[in-house]
């Protein structure tokens, strides 16, 4: 099996509550992904081009208007701006063979819109499957953690609308969405407990990716961590 650079790059997308360190995750792969040698891709969701980018700040813009969007309007936002940034810069990545990273991705909006605030499941990836012309990551790491602590983590002036305006109760369904989509999924999900140092959550981070079959060599997980445990579905779910 030959690892690194091949003809159609790889799609991982790192999923999880607010504040449960998706950003983070993804410059420490980011680095390790350019000392490695391996060509990187990083997809800003929602926003990542210029018409995403105007859809973001009707998300997530100061005012009534972001606030006041009704669940529908919100849901097909998020898949607008999603379309594009497929369109723009997912998929010209991957035939460039790039390592493509997006922080949040089709599962956010079945998590929030849908188990979140209720909308049909069924009815969002029906949507979904449109939107993306039927991409499916490669790849899905669950960075789990408990809503209080996530939501805790973040600076009040850094709060987005679903902080903000949606009570406790929303997030905690967030998060049961989020693991009975790995529960659906486990040949797609990895979970990784995202209640410890950022550098031990890395380390379970390219477990996962190790795992997948002919995934890019991003180097020894130990050099980031100390921790040898490994993500919840990585052991017995991704293959390979």
Known sequence: MTRGRRSRGWFITIEGPDGSGKTDQAAR????ARAAGIPFVLAREPGGTAAGERIRDI???????????????DALL????????????????LADGALVVATRFADSTVAYQGHG??????DLRTIERFTTAGLRPD???????????????????DHNKFETHFDLDFHRRVRAGYLAMATDE??????????RPAGDVFGDVLRAI?????????????SDSDSRSEPRAARSRIPG
């Open 139 to 157: 790849l899905t790491i669950l960075l789990d953690l408990e809503p209080e602590i996530g939501l805790g983590r973040k600076a009040v002036d």
């Open 186 to 195: 486990p040949e797609r999900f990895a979970i990784v407990d995202a209640n």
């Open 210 to 222: 190790g795992r997948l079959p002919d995934g890019p060599d991003l180097g020894v997980a130990g």
């Open 78 to 93: 998020f898949n607008a701006s999603r379309a594009q940034l497929v369109a723009e810069v997912v998929e010209p990545g």
């Open 117 to 122: 605030s209720g909308l049909s499941v069924e």
């Open 29 to 32: 792969l980011r680095a390790r």
């Open 59 to 73: 998300l997530f813009g100061s005012g009534a208007v972001s606030a006041g969007l009704d669940r529908r309007t």
